[in-house]
């Protein structure tokens, strides 16, 4: 491909096309929402060695893309097992990595599926790139006061991820509004002093204020409280404290490779999870994550049914 600057790019009508056909492949393997963010916005809130070119240096398009987030059935589940099955963010990655090689393949543009996972340099919390960032400014999905989790108004709860490309895409716009807090959320908020997912937190790591126009002024999370409470369903965590507290050698070693954990550690060895876990009860009572019209499949299959 001829390399243009950027502003003239923008009135390249081709550009517009190639978005369209990129959203198309996404959506035909499985997303619901894709957007292109605007890769200026993002140098201007993502720290230095955690913008887009820091992985992909010749980066002039980021595509993010979201699939929906769980069954309707999913939501009814104990939460042992919710903290599991719960995650549906395997099938953006597999997305993503199909995107970028769709895109080198038919448009001739290096692209890499962004890596979702932490920093070696900077600790078990700081991710490489911010994904939710990406989302965010290519307007699918806006910050809620559960935690911050992105929230669509038509998809409700959904997991992202992100591609870098060389190729010249014209970026979205955030959402214009931000479906939460919910009004059932607002009423709530003013009469208690909390929303549902502050109220239900376990361990109320949740807070924040809403003004009187029913919009966000501050969402506080604490994430210790978050983190202490989630790992009690992560499976390795809970086997190393076994081993670390094995009274010798071969004691120490059953703990780690005992037929269960030795099952673990093969599932682990071919993405099958097993290593993390989430609580979800924030969610669980959102009314934007449970009731948004396209939140589920039975909601998307009853729209679908109307349109027919």
């Known amino acids: 491909m001829n ?3 950027p502003r003239e790019a923008a009135s390249d009508p ?3 096309e190639l978005k369209t056909q990129i959203v198309e492949y996404c959506k035909r393997k499985g997303a619901l929402a894709v957007g292109v963010a605007d890769l200026d916005a993002i140098d201007l809130v993502a720290p230095p060695g955690h913008r887009p070119r820091d992985i992909l240096p010749g980066v002039r398009s980021v595509i993010s893309l979201g699939v929906g987030g769980q069954t309707q059935g999913a939501w009814t589940v104990p939460t042992k097992a919710f903290a599991y099955f719960g995650s549906t963010e395997g099938r953006a990655y597999t997305i993503a990595y199909g995107c970028s090689f769709f895109i080198e393949n038919r448009f001739r543009a290096r692209s890499v599926y962004c890596p979702p996972d932490m920093d070696p340099e900077g600790g078990a919390r700081i991710p490489l790139q911010s994904l939710k960032l990406h989302a ?3 307007g699918i999905g ?4 559960a935690g911050d989790i992105l929230l669509h108004p038509e998809f409700g709860y959904m997991y992202y991820a992100s591609v870098f490309t060389e190729l010249w895409l014209p970026p979205d716009r955030p959402l214009d509004s931000n479906p ?5 959320c607002v009423e709530m908020h003013r009469k208690t002093g909390q929303t549902p997912c502050m109220k239900f937190c376990p361990v109320q790591c949740l807070s924040g204020d809403i003004n009187e126009r029913g919009e966000q002024v501050e969402m506080r999370y604490d994430m210790a409280k978050c983190a202490e409470l989630t790992q009690q369903y992560e499976a390795v965590p809970a086997m190393l404290a076994d081993a670390f507290a094995a009274p010798d050698g071969p004691a120490r070693e059953r703990a780690l490779s005992d037929p269960d954990n030795a099952l673990l550690w093969y599932k682990m060895s071919v993405g099958s ?6 609580c979800f009860e924030c969610m669980r009572v959102c009314p934007i994550a449970t009731r948004a019209p396209l939140a589920d499949p039975i909601r ?4 679908a049914d109307k349109k027919a």
Do not use: M, V
């Open 136 to 138: 965010e400014l290519a």
């Open 14 to 16: 081709d550009a517009a």
């Open 273 to 278: 999870g097993g290593l993390l876990a989430q």
């Open 300 to 303: 998307r299959a009853t729209a």
């Open 142 to 145: 806006a910050r809620s006061l």
């Open 3 to 5: 390399e243009r600057a």
């Open 180 to 184: 939460c807090p919910a009004p059932s």
